[in-house]
């Protein structure tokens, strides 16, 4: 079974910055893919970044410059956040999967096995 722990989340004025991070564990903790999603109150969840074991990443055009996605050798997944808007104000979740994801599918929330519980993060402007 694959736990994953979401840390980092906040409350920030515009143009602000925060760091996510998602640690994982778990006797079946492998991971191939792995990405952060986000959630408003009202809206879908939508893909925010996604990296593969090869480090390729894929990111919303919406958060492109301003995000940045990595992991660590202990896969531990981070997502850098700067110039925070108040159109970021979500739940943010990380997901993993063990297996192998194609770019052009890599935000989409289905080709994810395990998800965390969320870490909020509120934007005010």
């Known amino acids: 079974q694959v736990q994953l722990v979401e840390s980092g989340g906040g409350s920030v004025q515009a143009g602000g910055s925060l760091r996510l991070s998602c640690a994982g564990s778990?006797?079946?903790?492998?991971?191939?893919?792995m990405a952060w999603f986000r959630q408003a109150p009202g809206k879908e969840r939508e893909g925010v970044a996604a990296?593969?074991?090869?480090?390729?990443t894929k990111e919303l055009d919406s958060v492109k410059g301003r995000f940045t996605i990595s992991k660590d050798s202990k896969n531990t997944l981070y997502l850098q956040m700067n110039d925070l808007k108040p159109e970021d104000t979500a739940m943010y979740y990380c997901a993993t999967t063990s297996e192998w994801v194609n770019w052009l599918r890599m935000l989409r929330a289905s080709m994810y096995t395990s998800w965390g519980q969320g870490t909020q993060v509120t934007v005010s402007s």
């Open positions: 990296i593969d074991s090869d480090g390729i």
């Open positions: 778990g006797s079946s903790y492998r991971t191939d893919t």
